[in-house]
């Protein structure tokens, strides 16, 4: 079992920066891929990146490659989600989720446990 809670989320204007972390519980986070997914109102949950279970991995989507950097400290049992430049469009709330085995995951139905989000609003 593990559950997950993220904070880190707010009001940025447009071109700043926020760091969302996700703590997790339960003795499984160690071996467990990590992903940040977001969802915008009225549209559907998609995947912003994931990281393996020993950090070395990662892998983003196209609209956030180059903006956003996923870490974890399994130490600490956090997994962050670093967002720089941020446009509106990064408006949404986000949801951090352990994945089913240790690799890289990128669709919802490979992870089976999720925090509650964080909102994210970006002003123009």
């Known amino acids: 079992q593990v559950q997950l809670v993220e904070s880190g989320g707010g009001l940025v204007q447009a071109g700043g920066s926020l760091r969302l972390s996700c703590a997790a519980t339960g003795r499984t986070f160690s071996v467990s891929g990590m992903g940040w997914f977001r969802q915008a109102p009225g549209k559907e949950r998609e995947f912003v990146a994931a990281v393996s279970w020993s950090g070395y991995s990662a892998y983003y989507t196209n609209s956030v490659r180059g903006r956003f950097t996923i870490s974890r400290d399994n130490a600490k049992n956090t997994v962050y989600l670093q967002m720089s430049s941020l446009k509106p469009a990064d408006t949404a709330v986000y949801y951090c989720?352990?994945?089913?085995?240790?690799?890289?995951?990128?669709?919802?139905?490979?992870?089976?446990?999720w925090g509650q989000g964080t909102q994210v609003t970006v002003s123009s």
């Open positions: 989720a352990a994945g089913r085995s240790r690799d890289l995951h990128r669709t919802t139905g490979e992870y089976n446990y």
